[in-house]
C-alpha cells in the first residue's frame, strides 16, 4: 500500500473546524475553482471523478446530478443528507466534528453546479454537539460571503440551513427526510416522481450523503481522473469505515475503497477482543446481509466484491461480531430497531416487520418451533422487494441472511428450553406443516 | 394512445393513465384498498401488485404508467402470492370482528380477503390493541384497530374537504389515524370518509349498529336537500329508511355529498309526525277521511270562488311532475296567480357541493310553468292580495309556508286553504284540507337541479300507491326471501299519494279530462310541451340525469 493516498476527508490537521485553519490548507479554493467554470464543466469533473454516493445505495454522483433541470421556472434544492440512523453507522459525526468547512464547500460547488438556490442540511436530532459545530462553521461562511448573497464576488446566490431531525430513522430515506423538512410526517414518497422532478416543496431537488458531499471538494481540487485512479476503479476515493463491535480499536477509519476486510479488521481495528474466532461481520450497517466468519477471506470493501460475496457496501459501518456472540439475539435486536422504525405506511413492511420480531422474540424465549424458521424466512420474502422504500428491504436481508447462514443456530436452540416453556403451536398450524 | 398486454390480451389505451386506470378502462378489476379515482396515489396497501415483464420487481398498478408495449400480468404466481401475502400482513392485526361490524358485507378486506387470500392465517400471537370508539367528530366514529392505514380519508380531507383535519401518528404497526391537537372531523363533507373507509374503521355515528347491509334495499335517487341534487342511495330497510349514501355522477357530486343532506334529508320519511291519510277540517279539527271525500271536498269548494279569487302555491320541493300538473289545473281554472316560495340562505354555499337555494327543483318548478306571468302575480303580490281579501282560496303543495310567521298571519284571512302535505307542519293548522302527500323517498318523479340536470326520483319506501314487488322497488333480502305469507319485511305502509296523483284527482272532479296512468305519462306530457325537456324521457335520463335544452321554456302549459 505503497500509493496510499493522503486523507482527503479526515485529515490529520489539528483545529481544521476554524474557517481561518481550513483556509490555510488550501479551503474554500475549491469553490473559486468551481464558480470560474461552467456548470456543466463542474459536473463532468464529478462525473469523470466516478464518485458513487455514500449514504447507502452508492449511486454516481455525478449523474444524479445531471437529473436536475436545467430550465425551471422553480428554485432548485439540495439535502444534505446528516440523518445517519444506520446502525453501526457513525462516520457523517466525524465529519461535522473534524472538517464541517469541507462539507459545505462541497454542498457549494453542488449548488453551484446544480443551480441550487437553498441547501438544507438534515441531521439527527440527538447530534446537538456536531449541529452546533456545523452552525458555527456554517456562520463563518456567511461571514466570509462564501455563502450568502452574491458568494465569492460572483452572481451566484445560495443559502445553507440546518433542519433538525427527531428521532426517526425513517427520515433518513430521501423522500421521507424531504417530508420531515417540510413539516410533514416522516412517511417516503412513491416514486416516480423523482425528487429531481418533484422534490422539496414540489421542486427539483437532489440528496446527497455528507460525506459524498464531503468528498466534492477534493474532486475539484485535483480532478476527477486523479480521484477516479484511488482504492477500486469502479468505485473510487477513500471510505469513512466505521468499525464497531468486538474488534480492539473500534472507531471510523478512512481507507481507500477495496481494503481487505480483514485487514480493515485485524490491521486497522486492531484483531478481535481476547484473540477470538470471528462469527460474523456485517459490512454496511445494520441494512446489509450478513457474512459468515469463514466468508470473509479475500473480501474487498467496494461495490464490487461485497457484491459478488452477496452483500453490499451499504455506508461502510462494519460490525463484527465474535465467536461467542448469539447471532439470535442481534437478529432479533436488530429486527425490533426495524420494527420500531418502519413508517407504518405500507402494509408489508408495517405487519410483518413486527411479526418477524414476535416470532423471533419466542424463538428465544420459549422452546422453538421448526417450523418458525421456514415462517419466519418467509415472512422475510414476502417483504421484500414489495413495499415503498428500502426500510422494507432492509428488515428482511438480516433475517434472510441469517436464516441461510446461521440455520444451525436456530436448530440447536430446539429442545433446549425447559418443557413448562415449551411453546405448543395451536392446532391448525400443526396440521398445515404436518 | 399506446398498446398494451393486460393477462394476454391487447388493449390500446391513453398514454396517460397507470396501469390501474387502463384495466379499469377495459373491465378488469385489479384489487385496491388505497387507490381512489379521485384522491392523490398514496401507493401504500400494495395489495395491487402487479408483474410486468422487464421488470424486476413487482410493480404497484396504481403509480405506474403505462407505455407503449408493456406486457402486465395481473395474475401471474407471483402476483397471486404477493397479494396474499399483502392480505395476511393486512389481517395479521386486524380485529376479524366481522359479525360484528357495520361495514361487513360491503368491506372490501372481507370481499378480497374472499377472493385473493388462502385465508388461513399463520400469525399466532397477540394483536396490537389500539384504541375502540374513538369519535373523530360529530358525524363518524373510528375504530383504530379495524384501520388498514390506506389514508383514503385523511387524503379526502385535505383534497376534497379542503379542511386537513385527520392525520397518522406513531409509527409501524402502532399508526393510528386521528385528528389534530384541537381538531375534529366536522367539515361539512365529513361522512365521506365512511365510504371511502374500504373496512369498517370509520362509521357513521347514526347509522351504526342499525342494519346489516344486505338486509337493506337501495334505491338509486337524488338528494333534495339543496338545488345541487347530488347522486345517492337510499338505503331501506323494513320500509324504513336508514341511511343515504352518495352515488358517483361526475357532472354533478362526483362520489360526494355533504352531511346536512345525508343526515337532514331522509328523517322525515320515518318520523312519528307523517300524516297518514287525508284529512278534512270539520268543527274546528282536522279529521281523517277517505280519498274521495277529500277530494270531492276539495272539488266542491274551490267551485265556489271566481278564478282571480284563487292562487296557488307550487313548491321547490315537488317534483317537476307535480309542478307540472298545478300548473296544469291552474290553467284549467283560468287561475293566473301562482309562483312558489323559494328557500335560499344567503351565503350558506362554498366551492365543492353546497348551494344557496335549499330546494331540489327551483329551476324545475318555474320550467314547468311555476311562476308568475308578471310580477302583479308573483308571490308578494298574492300575499298582498290576501292580506287585502281579494284572494280568498288557496292551494299549497308540498311546502310548509307557514314556518314564516309573515306568511302565517296572512293565512288566517283565506276562507279555504288546501295543503298537500306529509307531515305535520304549521301550516296545516290553517288548512281545510290536507292531502296526505308522499315524500321524495315514496315517490317517482324527476328534479331539476341549479344546472338545468333533469334528475330522476324513485320510490324506496313502498306505500299503498307503490307495492314494492308489483312496482318492481328495490328488493332487499328480507323483502325478497321468504313464502308470501311470512316476507320478514313488515314496516308500516302509508296511505298517501304522489302530488301529481292527487292534482291529477282534483283536475278529474273539476271536468279535466286528464289520461295519466303513472308519472312517467306526465313526463312524457312535460317533454312534448316544455321545449326546454323536449326530447328528454325517463329512459334518456337513466340514472345519471340529462341537461335541459339551452333556450330555457316561456311557453304557458296548456290546460
Ligand atoms: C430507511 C432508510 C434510511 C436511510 N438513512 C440514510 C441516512 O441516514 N443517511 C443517508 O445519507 N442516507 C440514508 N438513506 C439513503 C438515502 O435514501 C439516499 O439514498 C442517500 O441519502 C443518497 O445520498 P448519496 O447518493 O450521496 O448516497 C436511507 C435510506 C433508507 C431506505
Ligand atoms: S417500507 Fe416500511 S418504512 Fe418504507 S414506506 Fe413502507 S412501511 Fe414505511
Ligand atoms: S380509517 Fe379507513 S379510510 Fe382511514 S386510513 Fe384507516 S382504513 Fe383507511
Keep these: ?434 | 394512445m399506446v398498446k398494451i398486454t393486460i393477462d394476454g390480451k391487447q388493449y390500446e389505451v391513453e398514454n396517460n393513465l397507470t396501469i390501474i386506470q387502463a384495466a379499469k378502462q377495459n373491465g378488469i378489476h385489479i384489487p385496491h384498498f388505497c387507490w381512489h379515482p379521485h384522491l392523490s396515489v398514496s401507493g401504500n396497501c400494495r395489495v395491487c401488485l402487479v408483474e410486468v415483464e422487464k421488470m424486476p420487481k413487482l410493480v404497484i398498478a396504481c403509480s405506474t404508467q403505462v407505455a407503449e408495449g408493456m406486457v402486465v400480468n395481473t395474475n401471474s404466481e407471483r402476483v397471486v402470492q404477493a397479494r396474499n401475502a399483502v392480505l395476511e400482513f393486512i389481517l395479521i392485526n386486524h380485529p376479524l370482528d366481522c359479525p360484528i361490524c357495520d361495514e361487513a358485507g360491503e368491506c372490501k378486506l372481507q370481499d378480497y380477503a374472499y377472493k385473493y387470500s388462502v385465508g388461513q392465517s399463520r400469525f399466532d400471537f397477540e394483536k396490537v390493541r389500539k384504541p375502540k370508539r374513538v369519535e373523530l367528530g360529530p358525524n363518524v366514529m373510528l375504530d383504530t384497530e379495524r384501520c388498514i392505514m390506506c389514508s383514503r380519508c385523511i387524503r379526502f380531507c385535505d383534497e376534497v374537504a379542503k379542511k386537513p383535519q385527520l392525520t397518522f401518528t406513531q409509527r409501524g404497526d402502532h399508526v393510528e389515524l386521528t385528528t389534530f391537537p384541537g381538531e375534529q372531523l366536522d367539515n361539512p363533507y365529513s361522512m365521506n370518509v365512511i365510504e371511502l373507509c374500504p373496512v369498517g374503521a370509520l362509521t357513521s355515528r347514526d347509522f351504526r349498529f342499525k342494519a346489516r347491509v344486505w338486509d337493506m334495499s337501495s334505491t338509486d335517487t337524488v338528494c333534495v336537500g339543496c338545488a345541487r341534487g347530488c347522486n345517492m342511495k337510499m338505503w331501506v330497510r323494513n320500509n324504513e329508511v336508514l341511511r343515504l349514501t352518495p352515488r358517483n355522477n361526475p357532472a354533478v357530486n362526483d362520489y360526494w355529498m355533504c352531511d346536512y343532506g345525508r343526515l337532514n334529508t331522509f328523517k322525515h320519511v320515518n318520523a312519528a309526525n307523517r300524516i297518514k291519510a287525508p284529512m278534512v277540517r270539520k268543527d274546528g279539527r282536522l279529521v281523517e277521511v277517505g280519498w274521495d271525500e277529500a277530494i270531492a271536498k276539495v272539488g266542491f269548494e274551490l267551485k265556489n270562488f271566481k278564478k282571480n279569487e284563487i292562487a296557488a302555491l307550487g313548491s321547490a320541493y315537488s317534483t317537476n311532475e307535480d309542478n307540472y300538473l298545478l300548473t296544469k289545473l291552474m290553467n284549467h281554472l283560468g287561475v293566473k296567480r301562482i309562483d312558489f316560495v323559494p328557500h335560499i340562505r344567503k351565503g350558506e354555499q362554498d366551492d365543492l357541493l353546497i348551494r344557496e337555494d335549499k330546494t331540489p327543483n327551483s329551476v324545475g318548478a318555474r320550467e314547468v310553468g311555476v311562476r308568475p306571468e308578471s310580477a302583479e302575480f308573483g308571490f308578494a303580490s298574492i300575499l298582498n292580495e290576501i292580506k287585502a281579501g281579494n284572494i280568498k282560496a288557496l292551494y299549497v303543495i308540498d311546502d310548509d309556508i307557514a314556518a314564516d310567521p309573515v306568511i302565517a298571519d296572512a293565512l288566517l284571512k283565506l276562507d279555504f286553504l288546501v295543503v298537500h302535505a306529509s307531515n305535520e307542519n304549521e301550516t296545516i293548522k290553517f288548512a281545510d284540507v290536507v292531502l296526505a302527500s308522499s315524500t321524495y323517498a315514496e315517490k317517482y318523479g324527476t328534479f331539476t337541479n341549479f344546472q338545468g340536470r333533469v334528475q330522476r326520483n324513485k320510490p324506496a319506501i313502498s306505500t299503498l300507491e307503490h307495492d314494492r314487488i308489483l312496482d318492481g322497488m328495490a328488493l332487499s333480502r328480507l323483502d325478497k326471501f321468504g313464502a308470501p305469507n311470512d316476507r320478514w319485511t313488515t314496516g308500516l305502509k302509508r296511505d298517501t299519494r304522489a302530488s301529481w296523483r292527487i292534482l291529477n284527482s282534483i283536475a278529474a272532479v273539476m271536468g279535466a279530462k286528464w289520461k295519466y296512468n303513472s308519472c312517467e305519462d306526465v313526463f312524457n306530457e312535460i317533454a312534448s310541451t316544455i321545449s326546454s325537456f323536449k326530447g328528454l324521457s325517463f329512459l334518456k335520463i337513466g340514472t345519471g340525469g340529462a341537461m335541459l335544452n339551452k333556450n330555457k321554456e316561456t311557453v304557458t302549459v296548456k290546460s
Design chain 1, 1 to 434: 500500500m505503497s500509493d496510499f493516498p493522503d486523507k482527503l476527508l479526515l485529515p490529520d490537521i489539528p483545529n481544521l473546524h476554524r474557517i481561518d485553519v481550513y483556509e490555510q490548507h488550501g479551503g474554500y479554493a475549491a469553490i473559486r475553482k468551481a464558480l470560474a467554470m461552467t456548470t456543466d464543466a463542474v459536473i463532468d469533473e464529478v462525473k469523470k471523478s466516478n464518485l458513487k454516493g455514500r449514504g447507502g445505495a452508492g449511486f454516481p454522483t455525478g449523474l444524479k446530478w445531471t437529473f436536475m433541470p436545467k430550465q425551471t421556472s422553480k428554485p432548485k434544492y439540495l439535502c444534505a443528507n446528516g440523518d445517519e440512523g444506520e446502525p453501526g453507522t457513525f462516520k457523517d459525526r466525524q465529519i461535522f466534528e473534524l472538517n464541517p468547512h469541507q462539507f459545505i464547500e462541497g454542498c457549494l460547488i453542488a449548488s453551484y453546479a446544480m443551480g441550487v438556490r437553498a441547501t438544507y442540511v438534515y441531521i439527527r436530532g440527538e447530534y446537538v454537539k456536531w449541529i452546533n459545530i456545523l452552525q458555527h462553521a456554517i456562520d463563518e461562511a456567511y461571514a466570509k460571503n462564501y455563502i450568502g448573497n452574491k458568494i465569492c464576488g460572483t452572481n451566484f446566490s445560495t443559502d445553507v440551513y440546518i433542519v433538525r431531525g427527531a428521532g426517526a430513522y425513517i427520515c433518513g430515506e430521501e423522500s421521507s427526510l424531504m417530508n420531515s423538512i417540510e413539516g410533514d410526517r416522516g412517511y417516503p414518497r412513491v416514486k416516480p416522481p423523482f425528487p429531481a422532478q418533484v422534490g422539496l416543496w414540489g421542486c427539483p431537488t437532489t440528496i446527497n450523503n455528507i460525506e459524498t458531499l464531503t468528498n466534492i471538494p477534493v474532486i475539484m481540487n485535483r480532478g476527477g481522473d486523479w480521484y477516479s485512479k484511488i482504492g477500486s476503479s469502479k468505485h473510487p476515493g477513500t471510505l469513512l469505515y466505521g468499525i464497531s463491535g468486538h474488534v480492539n480499536k473500534p472507531g471510523v477509519y478512512e481507507l481507500p475503497t477495496g481494503v481487505l476486510l480483514t485487514d480493515l479488521i485485524h490491521k486497522h481495528a486492531g484483531g478481535i477482543h481476547g484473540g477470538k474466532k470471528i462469527k460474523a461481520v456485517i459490512p454496511g450497517g445494520s441494512s446489509t446481509m450478513w457474512l459468515r466468519g469463514d466468508e470473509l477471506e479475500g473480501v474487498r470493501m467496494d461495490a464490487d466484491s461485497l457484491k459478488a460475496a452477496g452483500t453490499s457496501i451499504g455506508t461502510a459501518g462494519v460490525i463484527v461480531m465474535d465467536e461467542d456472540t448469539d447471532v439470535l439475539k442481534v437478529l432479533a435486536r436488530i429486527t425490533h430497531f426495524y420494527h420500531h422504525e418502519s413508517c407504518g405506511q405500507c402494509t408489508p413492511c408495517r405487519e410483518g416487520c413486527g411479526w418477524m420480531e414476535k416470532i423471533l422474540k419466542r424463538f428465544m424465549s420459549v422452546d422453538g418451533n421448526i417450523e418458525d424458521i421456514d415462517l419466519l424466512l418467509n415472512v422475510a420474502n414476502n417483504i421484500e422487494g414489495n413495499t415503498v422504500c428500502a426500510l422494507g428491504d432492509a428488515a428482511a436481508w438480516p433475517v434472510q441472511s441469517v436464516i441461510k447462514k446461521f440455520r444451525e443456530e436456530f436448530e440447536k436452540r430446539i429442545g433446549k428450553i425447559p418443557a413448562e416453556n415449551k411453546y405448543i403451536p395451536p392446532p391448525h398450524l400443526v396440521a398445515k406443516s404436518g
